[in-house]
């Protein structure tokens, strides 16, 4: 099942970065509450997952929960916790079972120390798998993960290159995410893969998180492999490379 499955049309991407954005609105508008939303989130999450590995993706990383959103209401962040406690770490666990590495990305000494167990047992489970992988932003933000990955050069008293930072980060020895998609109809980055994401191609949906379908994510796709990457080069120079 893990065969990229490209066509004339489709180019998948060995990396996709997704920021699931939309949640809170989606339960909004049903006049539920925005706990209803993020149950409802994570839901679709799983169901991407599945078609995103399926369709042959190696790696994808996924913004569940940013060092700003820690601000929000304790009630809230209650709610997305009690998600991990019941739901995540299983399907997170069913998911990788099938050779996909599990990393957990961000400080995760700010999330509740049982919440810090259940997902250091899952990504033990698929400590031996390489190749593919799934990165789960939690607490994470893009400045936070390169000031660290700085400080750590400090601290070894070494200058880097751009080839050695990129391995301080905690995507090291993943190829960086070709395409980027936030939902939610808000286009910025909100922190996630400062550094990563330089030459990434960014898809901005205005879908909700929960409303965003596999046929949704197939969408993107396509317009990925409709983009010419030009990495600063012109045209004739890629024509040439080409032949
Ligand atoms: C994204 O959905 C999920 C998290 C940030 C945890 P939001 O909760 O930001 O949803 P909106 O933007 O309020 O609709
Ligand atoms: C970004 O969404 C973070 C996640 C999806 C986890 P936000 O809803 O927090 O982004 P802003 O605050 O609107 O930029
Ligand atoms: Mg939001």
């Known amino acids: ?27 909004k508008k049903r006049m539920l509450p925005r706990s209803l939303g993020h149950k409802q989130g994570m839901e679709r999450m799983i169901g991407l997952l599945e078609h995103a590995f399926g369709l042959g993706v190696d790696y994808v990383t996924l913004f569940a929960l940013s060092t700003e959103n820690l601000q929000r209401p304790k009630e809230e962040l209650d ?39 259940i997902l250091q047992d899952s990504e033990k489970k698929t400590l031996s798998y390489e190749g593919k992988g799934l990165n ?34 905690y995507t090291q020895g993943q190829p960086e995410p070709e395409l980027m998609i936030r939902t939610g109809k808000e286009s910025r980055l909100s922190n996630f893969l400062l550094y990563q994401a330089a030459y990434t191609e960014l898809y901005f949906s205005d879908k909700l998180f929960p409303d965003f379908s596999d046929e949704e994510l197939e969408r993107a796709i396509v317009w990925y492999s409709k983009r010419i990457r030009r990495f600063g080069k012109t045209d004739e120079q890629l024509e040439t490379e080409k032949k």
């Not at 065969?3 to 989606?26: F, Q, S, V």
């Not at 739901?87 to 990393?103: D, K, N, T, Y």
């Not at 990955?149 to 990129?166: I, L, Q, R, W």
């Open 1 to 27: 099942m893990f065969e990229r499955k490209n066509t004339e049309a489709r180019r998948i991407p060995r990396h996709i970065a997704l920021i699931m954005d939309g949640n809170g609105r989606w339960a």
């Open 79 to 117: 709610g997305l916790y009690d998600l991990i406690r019941q739901h995540f770490a299983e399907s997170m666990e069913r998911i990788c079972s099938r050779g996909v590495r599990l990393r957990v990305i961000g400080d995760r000494t700010l999330l509740p120390k049982d919440v810090q167990e």
């Open 136 to 169: 789960v932003a939690l607490c994470y933000g893009g400045r936070a993960e390169i000031v660290r990955a700085v400080n750590n050069a400090v601290k070894a008293g070494t200058s880097v290159t751009e080839e050695s930072f990129s391995k301080l980060l």
